[in-house]
T-cell receptor
Framework: SAVISQKPSRDICQRGTSLTIQCQVD?????MFWYRQQPGQSLTLIAT?????????ESGFVIDKFPISRPNLTFSTLTVSNMSPEDSSIYLC???????????FGEGSWLTVV | QKEVEQDPGPLSVPEGAIVSLNCTYS??????FMWYRQYSRKGPELLMY????GNKEDGRFTAQVDKSSKYISLFIRDSQPSDSATYLC???????????FGQGTILTVHP
């Protein structure tokens, strides 16, 4: 399985600010995803990060709020913009396994907005 | 109605017990099924992956899929305190792409 590193692992952010989360994978992967896990809730897909093109967002998530970059096959960033307390969540980077049919997750970035 | 339903528990069992975790789903297009374990403040860790009806065993873990009933299970034999975690079922309709998760079941195995 791929080794996925996320930064920051946790942060406390002020309302109205933006934070960029980085995801680095130790091997080239075709598909990268960003999920959100709100407190006590399950995981919800935010978007698929596409290399060289705009991300594909799920219903309820928009590019202005969650801009995503994917400059190459090992790296992606997710920005949470103009944060409010409702954005307090764990944000998880995930990748498709090299044999397909499995998805692996990073350790997550725990954001608290105050 | 949610596409995937999972009893959130919490579930508390003594060490050595057999644990049964279950999910039901409504979307008959789901063909690929996974179980993840998530420790507190950690990312989900893939435990089991299967795509056919029947049983798949890996050590103390057995994943069971019944597509006709739209029901999947994860059994943990000889449960250990280190198994205490949240267990998430996940599924998707294609071999690549979006996963739909259950709510997660919080399991505690006490010595």
């Amino acid at each position: 399985s791929a080794v996925i590193s996320q930064k920051p692992s946790r942060d406390i952010c002020q309302r109205g600010t933006s934070l960029t989360i980085q995801c680095q994978v130790d091997s080239q992967v075709t598909m990268m995803f960003w999920y959100r896990q709100q407190p006590g809730q399950s995981l919800t897909l935010i978007a698929t990060a596409n290399q060289g093109s705009e991300a594909t967002y799920e219903s309820g998530f928009v590019i202005d709020k969650f801009p995503i970059s994917r400059p190459n096959l090992t790296f992606s960033t997710l920005t949470v913009s103009n944060m409010s307390p409702e954005d307090s969540s764990i944000y998880l980077c995930s990748v498709e396994g090299d044999k397909g049919n499995t998805i692996y997750f990073g350790e997550g970035s725990w954001l608290t907005v105050v | 109605q949610k596409e995937v339903e999972q009893d959130p528990g919490p579930l508390s069992v003594p060490e050595g017990a057999i644990v049964s975790l279950n999910c039901t789903y409504s979307n008959s297009a789901f063909q690929y099924f996974m179980w993840y374990r998530q420790y507190s403040r950690k990312g989900p860790e893939l435990l089991m992956y299967t795509y056919s009806s029947g049983n798949k065993e890996d050590g103390r873990f057995t994943a069971q899929v019944d597509k006709s009933s739209k029901y999947i299970s994860l059994f943990i034999r000889d449960s250990q305190p280190s198994d205490s975690a949240t267990y998430l079922c996940a599924m998707r309709s294609t071999s690549y792409g979006k996963l739909t998760f259950g709510q997660g079941t919080i399991l505690t195995v006490h010595p």
